[in-house]
T-cell receptor, first 112, second 114 residues
């Protein structure tokens, strides 16, 4: 059973637009939800993370929205820039887990 | 400071050969993870170390795969009798401790099995 489901698989957004990537999780014991950004040829890097005690977290142009009852969380990239073009992964973890469960990734292309 | 380093960055080998991939985590990080990423795919968990012990080996795809960690630092992932389906990028990540801390990823080793 896939613990974290991510959509869409790919996304094309015009410069200045809003990019939205969605994830849904299965296990209510998860309590840490990070987003990672990966450029070609590089390892993923943490972008922003949220815990279930808040419904939203914002860092610059990046915002996580969290819906505990729906078991969903999403990444919003405001004023998307060509430099944001990368693959984005959501993940989930918790105290009772040894590992992070990653979504399948979303390849974002921001057109100039 | 220095991040997670992995070597080699690229490895081309022939089917049936053994390979060793190395990971040097950030100094002081007790948790270490290995992942596999096939072309255009997500991250597949392989194994997790806490110190030198591996509480979770559940992601190792077969008994051809093994990993060890010595001195609570360097880790080696060994693939015996490589197969073409082993071709992928192998990523290592380290974390200050197990609980919900940021994982710092290395640049990966791209393995190609001919």
């Amino acid at each position: 059973q896939q613990q974290v489901k991510q959509s869409p698989q790919s996304l094309i957004v015009q410069k200045g637009g809003i990019s939205i990537i969605n994830c849904a999780y299965e296990n209510t014991a998860f309590d840490y939800f990070p987003w990672y950004q990966q450029f070609p040829g590089k390892g993923p890097a943490l972008l922003i993370a949220i815990r279930p005690d808040v419904s939203e977290k914002k860092e610059g142009r990046f915002t996580i929205s969290f819906n505990k009852s729906a078991k969903q969380f999403s990444l919003h990239i405001m004023d998307s820039q060509p430099g944001d073009s990368a693959t984005y992964f959501c993940a989930a973890n918790g105290n009772n887990f040894n590992k992070f469960y990653f979504g399948s990734g979303t390849k974002l292309n921001v057109k100039p | 400071g220095a991040g997670v380093s992995q070597s080699p960055s690229n490895k081309v080998t022939e089917k049936g050969k053994d390979v060793e991939l190395r990971c040097d985590p950030i100094s002081g990080h007790t948790a270490l993870y290995w992942y596999r990423q096939s072309l255009g795919q997500g991250l597949e968990f392989l194994i997790y170390f806490q110190g030198n012990s591996a509480p979770d080996k559940s992601g190792l795809p077969s008994d051809r795969f093994s990993a060890e960690r010595t001195g609570g630092s360097v880790s080696t992932l060994t693939i015996q009798r490589t197969q073409q389906e082993d071709s992928a990028v192998y990523l290592c990540a380290s974390s200050p401790r197990r609980k919900d801390n940021e994982q710092f990823f290395g640049p990966g080793t791209r393995l190609t099995v001919l």
